[in-house]
C-alpha cells in the first residue's frame, strides 16, 4: 500500500516526518514546492508537482491542510483521479464540508474520511497526539495502522463528520479555556499576587489544573507568543463552532464570546501567534510582570 501525504506546513511536515521513519509515507505534495523539496531532501520520500500527481501515484492519501477552502480545493483536484483511492483528512474544518466533500468522493469511487487531531506540534513530535476518526468504519483499521505511526491514540467517532464535531467538543474548551485563563492571571497579577505564585496556582494547585495551564501559563506570563497553535486557527475553529451550533438551534455563548476576543487580537494583528495571545488583552499596558 502507497500513502502520501498533502500539506506539509506546522502540523504536516512533523507528521510527515514520523511516518517517513516508520517507513509508511511514499509520496508528498505541497503547494508551496520548496517545503517538499526540503521534506524530501531530509527523509528520502519522492516528491509529487501536482496533487492529481500524488494522489495517482498513492492507494491513501492523507491531507493536513488549513482550512475548509484548502481542502475543497485539493479534493477538487483529486477528484478526477479519486476512484480506489481513500483520503484521510486531518485537518481541522467544518464537519458539514467535510460530510459534503465526503459525498463527492464516494460518487468518484473513492472513500474519505475525517481524522482531526487533538494536540499541537511539540505533541507530534513526541508522538502524544490522539486523532479522531469519522467515516466508514471498515476502513478504520487502515486509517489506524497509519495514523499510529504518529499518535499515541486513534479513536474512531462514527460516520463522515464525527471525528470532527468530536474534535470541535475539544476546540470550543479549549477556545474558551484559555481567554480564561488569560483573564484568571492577569486578575491575580493585578491584585498583587506575584507572577510566580499566580503561575503556581493554575498549574499545580488549581483544581481546574490540566495540561493546557502547563503550556500555555509560561507563555502568558513571559510574553513569548511563539506559535504552538496559531490564533488565527482558533479564530476559525470557533467560527466552525458558531456555524454549527446555529445548524441545530443551540446557545453557545462562552464559545461565541471567546471568538470576539481571538477576533480582536487577530485584528490587532496578532493573527499568526500562538493563541494564548488572547491574554494579552488582560495585560494593563504599563504593568510588568
Ligand atoms: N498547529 C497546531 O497545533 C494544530 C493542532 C491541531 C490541529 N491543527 C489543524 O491542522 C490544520 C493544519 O494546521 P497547521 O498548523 O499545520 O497549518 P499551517 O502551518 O498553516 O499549514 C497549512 C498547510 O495547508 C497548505 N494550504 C493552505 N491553503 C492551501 C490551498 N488553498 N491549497 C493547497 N494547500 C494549501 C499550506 O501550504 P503552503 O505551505 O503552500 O502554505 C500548508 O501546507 C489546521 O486545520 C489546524 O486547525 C493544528
Redesign the pocket.
Known sequence: MRVGLI??????YRIGANLARAGKLQLVY???RE?ADRFSAEHGVEVASTVGELVEGTDVVLT????D??VS??IREALPVIKGKVIIDM???SPTTSIGLADQVRRGGGNMMDA??I???IHVEQKKIAVLVGGPRELFETAKDIIGATAAAVEYMGGNGMGLYAKLVNNLLLGAYVAAMGEAYWFGVRSGVKPEDVEKVLRQLSSARSPTADLKVPKIRSGDYST???LR?MR??LEIVQRETQNIGMPAPMSSLALQLYRLVEQGGGGDLDFAAVAELFKPRSNTS
Open positions: 500539506g506539509l506546513g506546522v502540523m504536516g505541497n503547494r508551496t517545503k493536513m491542510l488549513s482550512d477552502s484548502a480545493s485539493v485537518s481541522t474544518i482531526p487531531v494536540g499541537t506540534s504552538q497553535f496559531a486557527h476559525k475553529d
